[in-house]
């Protein structure tokens, strides 16, 4: 019997252990960056066009560009950002102000460049470009002819401007 024993102990030898054993494989990672842009400080404001203090009797061509509180807008690199302005709250078929206290109007224009040359149309989408996606600021300048025979008074207009990618 002790044979028996000592032949089964050689058994248990003989049979192999398990061995430590690696598999390998893939895990799949992804993400998706959507493109958008954010107004920085969650402003309802985009800004002021401001034509100043003029002369009631003074006939002027005046200028301004977008000012005072101007919104800075950061878009996804790439994106193709829009902007669409209305006709304002004195619109009939041209934008106008108007006086806060009376009827009289005074005509203005609004444009995409400082030279006045790209006119910025009722409602026409146009693209703005920008070469910081982080500090992108709204091209708008405005013209108005004052005919030098406006009633004193302060002379006011609201405009929406809608941007769009």
């Known amino acids: 019997m002790r044979r028996l024993l000592g032949g089964l102990a050689v058994l248990a030898w003989a049979v192999p252990m398990p061995l430590d054993a690696a598999l390998t494989s893939t895990l799949q990672v992804s993400a998706t960056i ?3 842009c954010l107004v920085v400080g969650g402003a309802s404001s985009y800004g002021t066009l401001d034509f100043g203090t003029r002369p009631a009797l003074g006939a002027a061509s005046v200028n301004t ?7 800075t807008l950061q878009c996804t690199p790439g994106v193709a950002l ?3 302005v209305d006709g304002g709250l004195n619109n009939n078929g041209v934008r106008n102000l108007k006086r806060t206290s009376g009827t009289s109007l005074v005509a203005y224009q ?13 409602g026409q989408l146009v693209a703005v470009s920008y070469s910081d996606p982080t500090a992108i600021k709204l091209p708008v300048y405005a013209q108005a002819q004052l005919p ?18």
Not at 66 to 71: D, E, F, M
Not at 151 to 163: F, K, N, R, S, W
């Open 34 to 36: 959507a493109a958008g």
């Open 65 to 71: 560009q977008l000012a005072g509180t101007t919104v």
């Open 82 to 84: 829009k902007m669409s």
């Open 110 to 122: 609004l444009y995409r460049d400082a030279a006045l040359s790209q006119v910025l149309g009722i």
């Open 148 to 165: 030098g025979v406006l009633p004193a008074g302060t002379y006011t207009d609201v405009v929406q401007v809608v941007l769009s990618w």
